[in-house]
């Protein structure tokens, strides 16, 4: 099966990597890995896709 | 009626048609550094010379630029808004954006472009304020909202470093 791009997968944690998950401070390692393996312009259409889909979300409560 | 959601890109690539000289700041410029941070504005410390003032006063025509939270009033920036050190906190027809005169104990353009780095995106030649700087002007300014970051800026440096 042909494979989606890396900005459509989202990131992914190798059980078998010793590498770990998140930092000391609770940060997501796997988040910025995967960021890392986008390029500037796809890092920034996944910022537009998460905005919009946050506001897409608070429109959809209705207002008192 | 509701805010336009951002389009980070369109406003980039009007402010680089017309020759702004601008460093990106803020969030944008820690997610294009591959931070996984969300932000709903664009933040750009901008060249407060003469010409770049007449460059940027353009763009913001283009974009319909006005400042935001004003209620009814639509206020246009004009050249003494954007040749003052202050921020302008606007609202174009392609989503926010804070244009900043001076960040961080009065750093300005000059001085951060020096800290900056070039990145192409969509054929745009834009300049980035580098890691290493964002996160030094988050520890200065200190405010809440640059602490919450700064976890996540300080890893994707050690990350990018590996």
Redesign the interface.
């Known amino acids: 099966m042909e494979r989606l791009p890396s900005i459509l997968t989202g990131p992914t944690a190798d059980p078998r990597s010793a590498e770990g998950t998140h930092?000391p401070?609770?940060?997501?390692?796997t988040?910025?890995?995967?960021?890392?393996s986008?390029t500037?312009?796809e890092?920034?259409e996944?910022?537009?896709a998460?905005?919009?889909s946050?506001?897409i979300l608070r429109?959809a409560i209705p207002r008192p | 009626m509701?805010s336009p959601?951002?389009?980070?890109?369109t406003i980039l690539r009007v402010l680089t048609a017309h020759g702004v000289e601008f460093v990106i700041v803020g969030g944008?410029c820690g997610?294009?550094h591959?931070?996984?941070i969300?932000?709903?504005d664009l933040d750009v410390v901008h060249s407060r010379a003469p010409e770049n003032i007449d460059r940027l006063l353009a763009a913001l025509s283009a974009l319909g630029a006005h400042a935001r939270g004003q209620a009814d009033r639509r206020v246009v920036p004009d050249r003494s808004h954007l040749e003052s050190p202050g921020h302008q906190l606007l609202m174009t027809s392609a989503g926010p954006l804070d244009l900043l005169g001076v960040i961080a104990h009065d750093r300005g353009y000059e001085d951060l472009v020096c800290h900056s780095t070039e990145?192409?995106?969509?054929g745009m030649h834009l300049r980035l304020l580098d890691l290493e700087t964002l996160i030094e002007t988050k520890e200065t300014i200190a405010r809440d909202k640059d602490l919450a970051v700064l976890?996540?800026l300080r890893?994707?440096l050690e990350?990018?470093r590996k």
């Open positions: 930092s401070d609770g940060v997501d390692l988040l910025i890995r995967w960021m890392l986008l500037p312009v890092r920034l996944v910022l537009q998460n905005v919009r946050i506001l429109d | 509701p959601a951002p389009d980070f890109l944008v997610v294009l591959g931070a996984p969300a932000t709903f990145v192409t995106v969509s976890a996540i890893r994707t990350e990018k």
